[in-house]
């Protein structure tokens, strides 16, 4: 009898290309200068690996040393381009959150982005161009806060979280912390407020109860053990209803009389004039300060509008003291915040930032605008397999700030003739540069209040592409 040659193992082996002959192909040519020879090598045997393991049990009757290669050459892009999606890329937010979290918080304003760029060569971080000698890294960004603020002082460290920490582990380490059940909160993210006050040292004492705390809770709280009163923003946690809490200027009055601090963590606040845009109850920090708090943290990249950093304001003899600490060595931030941050805050301290700042621009927007805008958009869309409709719908303000102000918004929804929405969703992720929509009802909704004018080219051209 003859032997079957077809099922013979040895055979379709055979026909396996060589990891030379997948580098010389023209995949393996057309990836060779992002990858680099020697990567390339590496990644190559490894896709040659995986096509020998997924031949067993394959007939060698479907295949040809020529339809391998092709498949070797799939393998291997298709990894390439799951390398790609895995890392730090730019991608269009059409989701309508404007602080994404997820996204990367807020995104910088034009002159932000300038400045960092900039900042990315030599520049005078720490170099005093007036006298040629060594300056003193963030001494502007400080000022431009305390006059924003009218603090006496200011400081800046990785994220709120880490300010939070230093705050804590500064004044509070081995001393009692007094603080309202109803703001033991999760922020996000792993934030706990009982966990840090842990971590940093602090001995929690909680007055009160979830939904009600008063001024005299505090009060008796307070005893020769305690380091100061902290008020937490719950950020993206409301309790309504039958609610009672002290105001910041009681609480200050308090803690001052008993002779102890009191730390507000605001978490996003707002540091302009924010009265055009309607976000709820925000803190102010300027009022925060002017309600007496000693010390008061919030990030940068939430409302402020800034790059990710966690801002330290209050009294000079604070701020002193947490300069000095060597925890604020290991959370100091880089050249690049520094010039990001400083670009920000010229924005609110010029009084355009509601037009300069995108999270605030994009708070701001009405929703007829956004309607105009979408219209105009689906014009100029045109795909033949595509329905494009306006629908009414919500933004959302994300990131743990104002979470009961959903600002109305237009939405343009697309369905396909043969796609359903979470293939819809997935390709539009796929796209360079990946689009992130939402699924509602079905149908995939794009939201242009997060997106900006000079992305809309770029959007437009991948729907068409759908
Ligand atoms: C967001 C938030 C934090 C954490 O801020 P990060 O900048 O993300 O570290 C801490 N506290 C409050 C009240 C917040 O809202």
Redesign the pocket.
């Known amino acids: 009898m003859k032997p079957e040659s077809a099922t013979r193992p040895e055979s379709v082996f055979a026909m396996l290309p060589s990891v030379d002959d997948l580098i010389r192909s023209e995949i393996g040519q057309s990836l060779i200068t992002s990858l680099g020879r020697r990567r390339l090598t590496v990644v190559s045997r490894v896709v040659i690996d995986e096509l020998r393991e997924d031949l067993k049990g394959r007939k060698s009757a479907e295949l040809s040393k020529e339809s391998l290669l092709d498949e070797a050459g799939s393998l291997l892009m298709k990894r390439w381009s799951e390398t790609q999606m895995t890392g730090v890329r730019r991608v269009i937010n059409a989701t309508g959150v404007i602080i994404h979290t997820n996204l990367g918080r807020a995104p910088l304003s034009e002159p932000a982005r300038v400045a960092l760029l900039g900042a990315s060569s030599y520049c005078s971080v720490e170099y005093d161009l007036r006298t040629g000698e060594r300056g003193i890294r963030g001494v502007r960004v400080e000022e431009m806060l305390c006059e924003l603020t009218d603090a006496e002082g200011a400081l800046v460290v990785n ?4 300010a ?1 920490y230093l705050v804590l582990t500064a004044f509070a380490s081995g001393r009692e912390v007094v603080i309202s059940r109803g703001e033991l909160v999760e ?3 792993e ?1 706990r407020v009982p966990d840090v006050l842990a971590r940093s040292g602090a001995d929690l004492k909680e007055v009160g109860t979830t939904n009600r705390t008063k001024l005299a809770d505090y009060e008796n709280a307070i005893s020769d053990k305690t380091s100061m009163i902290l008020r ?5 946690y409301r309790i309504v209803g039958f609610t009672k809490a002290p105001s910041l200027d009681e609480l200050a009055d308090l803690a001052h009389r008993k002779g102890v601090m009191i730390y507000e ?4 606040g707002a540091v302009s004039d924010l009265n055009s845009i309607s976000l709820g109850d925000e803190p102010v920090i300027k009022e925060s300060i002017e309600a007496g708090a000693d010390v008061v ?1 919030f ?4 409302l402020l509008g800034g790059p ?1 950093a ?1 801002i330290i304001v209050g009294r000079s003899s604070v701020i002193e003291k947490l300069k000095k600490d060597p925890l604020y060595r290991a959370l100091r931030v880089s050249k690049l915040i520094y010039a990001a941050l400083e670009a920000t805050l010229e924005s609110h301290l010029r009084g355009d930032a509601s037009k300069s700042i995108p999270v605030l621009r994009m708070a701001g927007m009405e929703a007829e605008q956004i309607t105009s805008r979408s219209s105009a958009f689906i014009k100029k869309t045109p795909n033949q397999r595509l329905r494009l409709e306006l629908i009414e719908g919500k933004s959302a303000i994300g ?3 104002a979470p009961l102000v959903y600002p109305a918004t237009t939405l343009i929804a697309i369905e396909h003739n043969d796609r359903s929405a979470s293939e819809l969703e997935a390709k539009l992720r796929e796209n360079d540069p990946p689009v992130i929509s939402r699924i509602l009802d079905d149908k995939v909704v794009i939201d242009l209040r997060t997106v900006s004018e000079s992305e809309e080219t770029e959007l437009a051209a991948a729907i068409e592409q759908l």
């Open positions: 994220n709120c979280a880490a939070a922020i996000g993210g934030f937490v923003h719950p950020s993206n963590d605001a978490g996003s943290t990030s940068g990249d939430k990710q966690g990131g743990g700030s």
